[in-house]
């Protein structure tokens, strides 16, 4: 990062993240929260349709490609649409900690293009947590996980409680997540993100 901001900076007195005994095992998809979410739901015919795979510790990897739906300049990919990935791929963190929560702050870097076609390799990770409040990073690479960084993002996510998408969202949609007989899907549709 070139500068992290003073917001995105834990308290000295934050605690390390804990990961939430029946957060999903290392290596397992984490799937859509919902299904016309933007960044990772399949109901989307021009969304990022990013994958997330838990990882060990309080970290996640994802991966997504970026089409010509999601240009900018000809060529490549749009800066808003990177920073929707990292901000996917941050929001899915909270799976491991088992909490509701939705970015507060979002800061990204932009290092290098992406052109369309590539695979953006993202990693990201809860580095504190203090209150109500985790703190997270996350970067994304070109050319394989280990290859060059394109992007990378600082995050503050603030937890919240259900009531906050049910009073806040549209209500047909609202209605129609809450009255899926799948409970696991029910409960998931409101995990992740504003």
């Known amino acids: 990062m070139t ?13 390390a993240p804990v990961r939430h005994p029946d957060a999903p095992a290392p290596g397992e998809l984490l799937g859509a929260h919902y299904e016309y979410c933007f960044g990772c739901g399949g109901g989307q015919p021009h969304g990022l349709h990013l994958e997330a795979r838990a990882g060990e510790g309080v970290t996640v990897t994802a991966e997504f490609t970026v089409t010509t739906d999601h240009q900018g300049a000809p060529g490549l990919a ?16 909270n799976w491991l900690l088992r909490v509701i929560a939705v970015t507060g702050r979002l800061e990204t870097d932009f290092a290098r293009p992406v052109p369309v076609g590539t695979v953006l390799h993202l990693r990201a990770e809860v580095t504190a947590v203090h209150g109500r409040k985790i703190y997270s990073t996350a970067v994304g690479r070109i050319g394989g996980p280990e290859g060059p960084v ?18 806040n969202g549209r209500q047909e949609e609202i209605q ?19």
């Not at 394109?150 to 009073?167: G, N, Q, S």
């Open 3 to 15: 500068g992290t901001s003073a917001a995105l900076t834990p308290p000295a007195d934050a605690i």
């Open 78 to 93: 749009h800066g808003g649409v990177l920073a929707t990935a990292l901000d996917e791929t941050l929001g899915s963190l």
């Open 150 to 167: 394109a992007v990378r993002a600082d995050a503050l996510f603030i937890e919240v409680k259900v009531d906050h998408f049910i009073d």
């Open 176 to 194: 129609a997540a809450m009255s899926d007989p799948d409970q696991v899907r029910r409960a998931r549709a409101f995990e992740v993100n504003p």
